[in-house]
């Protein structure tokens, strides 16, 4: 949702019925982990379809800021104290695995996706986080990853602290995928607005109830964020949900880097020439389950960006982002043949592109070092069960707190909830006076609703639904419409 700066190169494919359902690979979702899949199994001689509810790439794929680079954060201290400095090594190359992977391509198949090398920056804006700073400059020095101490970024920002790398890039992820589809067309399937309802197991066949009917696979590729399905997996149990907001505005002049700050609250850089140059800022990030004023959020973020760079928003959007209790992303199988992608954790275009390669490897019986490390089904160690404590209580917290008390302070008048012969129902009321009224409870795990203001949508805190004014779903995990047929005796 929102008015996101790649939305503009979405286009809409021909939309043939599906005529063959009886396949070897289903894949669930197209962003760019579904995509980058379908692209690495498209010379397999596998029977391959994709399906995508809605556009291709019109997901979190276009929501996301597009920076392709393995310095995340405080990633490689965080993973050496929650694992040991094997995985976090073992991850970092990960990363660069993938970046290798997207310039390759883009290289090989002369790609025009505003693909453009530059450095890398974390920094700290508060001298208490300085320590965190110098950790992940230790640890990438013993990985044998050259990087620089700096105490301002290239710009005038607060900073009094910096990690500087090379060898980063930002791209714009819709023209990419867009250029993928381009190279599978004669040998992948692909079909938009089909959504994925029901997945059950037959004969060794999955059979997936979709709103086209039936389809028969061998294997199924989930890579729609967030698994539509609670079982097999849990997932909704092993990961919890950030929500971050984003804006972008002309500039005079682009400048070549890209910058996260560290800490609390975490602001990100970066820049993008579409003809005329642009800043992309983010930042406001919080977990779902402590906040749920998102209006409110997206304010602040535009004030900080007006007091930063004087600047008024041109674009403005929200992204999920779903997060798992390890740090490591979801990827692999969950069950025989039936295999997942999501919680990348902030940085989707690294993992998405991995995730493919990964999956592929998976079906091709083919070796790859890092499915043990994403695997679905890796050993639970002690500090793992400690922040899956932690995600669990959060997500009941966010549960409960959506039943006890709806009516926030921040509602106005023209969102309301009632209660009819013990069911709960949302009502929002346009600029018209037109009454919107829809069932006030998600389908996916029976979590109440929040409507947001901001994109004017009815949004699950708990797992991230989301839902048009009149009860059509149109973000999962969520499969399902909240409308509302008889809405005589509701008001």
């Given at each position: 949702m929102g008015n996101s700066i790649?939305?503009?190169n979405i286009r809409q494919l021909e939309n043939d019925k599906i005529d063959e359902k009886n396949i070897d690979v289903l894949i669930i979702g197209g962003g760019l982990s579904g995509i980058s899949t379908a692209f690495e199994l498209r010379n397999s001689n596998l029977n391959i379809c994709l399906i995508e509810s809605n556009n291709i790439g019109s997901g979190a794929t276009s929501l996301t800021t597009g920076k392709v680079t393995y310095l995340q954060n405080t990633i490689y201290t965080d993973l050496e104290k929650v694992h040991n400095f094997d995985i976090s090594k073992k991850y970092l190359e990960s990363q660069l695995y993938a970046s290798k992977i997207l310039k390759d391509n883009i290289k090989k198949y002369n790609i025009n996706c505003d693909y453009i090398q530059n450095d890398s920056y974390i920094f700290s804006y508060k001298q208490e986080d300085k320590y965190k700073i110098d950790g992940e400059y230790n640890i990438l020095k013993k990985m044998n990853i050259k990087s620089q101490i700096v105490n301002k970024l290239p710009i005038q920002f607060p900073c009094n602290y910096a990690l500087k790398v090379s060898d980063t890039?930002?791209?714009?992820?819709?023209?990419?995928?867009?250029?993928?589809?381009?190279?599978?067309?004669?040998?992948?399937?692909?079909?938009?607005?089909?959504?994925?309802?029901?997945?059950?197991?037959?004969?060794?066949?999955y059979i997936v109830n979709t709103t086209s009917g039936n389809i028969k696979a061998k294997y199924v590729v989930v890579s729609t964020q967030y698994p539509f399905f609670v079982i097999p997996g849990l997932?909704?149990?092993?990961?919890?949900?950030?929500?971050?907001?984003?804006?972008?505005?002309k500039i005079p002049k682009t400048k070549t880097f890209n910058?996260?700050?560290?800490?609390?609250?975490?602001?990100?850089?970066?820049?993008?020439?579409?003809?005329?140059?642009?800043?992309?800022?983010?930042?406001?990030?919080?977990?779902?389950?402590?906040?749920?004023?998102?209006?409110?959020?997206?304010?602040?973020?535009?004030?900080?960006?007006?007091?930063?760079?004087?600047?008024?928003?041109?674009?403005?959007?929200?992204?999920?982002?779903?997060?798992?209790?390890?740090?490591?992303?979801?990827?692999?199988?969950?069950s025989d043949n039936l295999i997942v992608s999501t919680a990348f954790n902030k940085w989707g275009m690294t993992n998405s592109i991995l995730s493919g390669k990964i999956i592929s490897d998976i079906i091709l019986k083919n070796d790859n070092k890092y499915i043990s490390l994403f695997n679905p089904k890796r050993k639970i160690t002690i500090k793992r069960t400690i922040n899956?404590?932690?995600?669990?209580?959060?997500?009941?917290?966010?549960?409960?707190?959506?039943?006890l008390n709806k009516n926030k302070s921040f509602y106005n008048d023209k969102v309301k909830f009632v209660n009819i012969g013990g069911k709960s129902y949302g009502i929002y009321i346009d600029n018209k006076k037109n009454k919107h009224i829809v069932r006030n409870l998600c389908p996916h795990m029976k979590c109440s609703l929040v409507f947001n203001f901001m994109d004017k949508t009815w949004d699950c805190p708990c797992h991230g639904s989301r839902y048009d004014i009149d009860g059509n779903v149109i973000k999962g995990p969520s499969s399902f419409d909240i409308k509302v047929d008889n809405k005589n005796n509701i008001n």
């Open positions: 790649w939305k503009k890039a930002v791209f714009n992820p819709v023209k990419y995928i867009n250029s993928l589809i381009d190279i599978i067309k004669n040998k992948v399937k692909i079909y938009e607005h089909v959504r994925a309802l029901k997945l059950t197991k037959e004969n060794g066949y997932i909704p149990f092993k990961t919890h949900i950030e929500k971050s907001h984003v804006v972008a505005s910058a996260i700050s560290i800490g609390k609250q975490t602001y990100s850089i970066r820049y993008y020439n579409d003809k005329e140059p642009y800043i992309i800022f983010a930042g406001e990030s919080y977990k779902m389950s402590n906040h749920i004023d998102y209006e409110q959020r997206q304010k602040e973020l535009e004030i900080k960006f007006k007091e930063l760079f004087n600047l008024n928003p041109e674009y403005r959007w929200s992204i999920h982002d779903i997060t798992s209790n390890d740090l490591l992303p979801i990827i692999g199988e969950v899956f404590v932690v995600d669990t209580f959060s997500a009941g917290k966010i549960f409960l707190l959506t039943k």
